[in-house]
């Protein structure tokens, strides 16, 4: 099963901007999207982008469309979630995920095979 390392957040104000990046062990063959959540203190964990490995097709959540990018490096086995204009409301445990399936709705947490263990983002007022 790929294994997937986060890193990257941290402690910034309003307006600033962060990129995660999410390592992972293997890709191709193991993996067809990677995705993005977060989790908010007392929410549930929600979906925040995701792209295909193959032919870098994106996808985001209103919340973030326009602010949020994400992308991949392919040579790396990398996916990074580039944040910007971020607003406290953006604080959340960030988490990068997964999946094996095809043609599945990529938004709904279910269809990831592997998590990684999160890093923390917090924006400041």
């Known amino acids: 099963q790929v294994q997937l390392v986060e890193s990257g957040g941290g402690l910034v104000q309003a307006g600033d901007s962060l990129r995660l990046s999410c390592a992972a062990s293997e890709r191709t063959f193991s993996s067809i999207v990677m995705g993005w959540f977060r989790r908010a203190p007392g929410e549930e964990r929600e979906f925040v982008a995701r792209i295909t490995w193959s032919g870098g097709s994106t996808y985001y959540a209103d919340s973030v469309k326009g602010r949020f990018a994400i992308s991949r490096d392919s040579a790396k086995n990398t996916v990074y979630l580039q944040m910007n204009s971020l607003k406290p409301e953006d604080t959340a445990v960030y988490y990068c995920?997964?999946?094996?399936?095809?043609?599945?709705?990529?938004?709904?947490?279910?269809?990831?095979?592997?998590w990684g263990q999160g890093t923390q983002v917090t924006v400041s007022s």
């Open positions: 995920a997964a999946s094996r399936r095809v043609g599945y709705d990529y938004t709904s947490k279910g269809v990831y095979d592997a």
